[in-house]
């Protein structure tokens, strides 16, 4: 297997185990939330009841949003693979792209600062488009030639 589809595929299990990270910590904190308030699972079977009787739902807020962008991400890596255009700008993008979703997570499940989030959402959605645009361009031309 050439280096750059292991690279960009150790790049997809990096964000599996982030969002894996994330969903055990959403877990563990309704877990801890419900018992310390005595709610019983059955009281909040929905995610607007939950947000409505917990305080600590970011890291639900969190896990959902990774299955949001990073779906891109994963279409973009499975297209590439099959394709067997994968350059080095491409394995680049997408470590920054997992390390921004990673700051991305840490803010929105420690102190939620919605700028810095917004910031670091805006870059990792930013680099996102731009890595599919010249991916696009790179087997378009080479599909013409």
């Not at 904190?29 to 305080?55: N, Y």
């Not at 792209?97 to 700051?103: D, E, G, K, N, P």
Request: net charge positive; glycine share 4%.
């Amino acid at each position: 297997m050439p280096a750059n589809s292991l690279h960009l595929i150790a790049a997809c299990l990096a964000m599996v185990l982030l969002t894996s990270a994330v969903g055990c910590l959403m877990l563990f904190t309704r877990v801890k939330e419900m018992r310390s308030k005595r709610i019983h699972p059955q009281a909040a079977p929905t995610s607007t009841k939950m947000a409505a009787r917990l305080e600590n739902i970011q890291p639900a807020d969190n896990f959902r949003n990774l299955f949001e962008v990073p779906v891109l991400f994963y279409a973009l890596a499975a297209i590439a693979l099959t394709a067997g255009a994968i350059p080095s700008w491409m394995v680049l993008g997408s470590w920054i792209f997992v390390a921004l979703r990673a700051v991305h997570s840490i803010i929105h499940c420690t102190y939620n600062n919605v700028y810095h989030r917004l910031a670091v959402f805006m870059a990792s959605f930013g680099l996102l488009v731009a890595m599919w645009v010249c991916f696009f361009i790179r087997v378009s031309g080479a599909s013409a030639a």
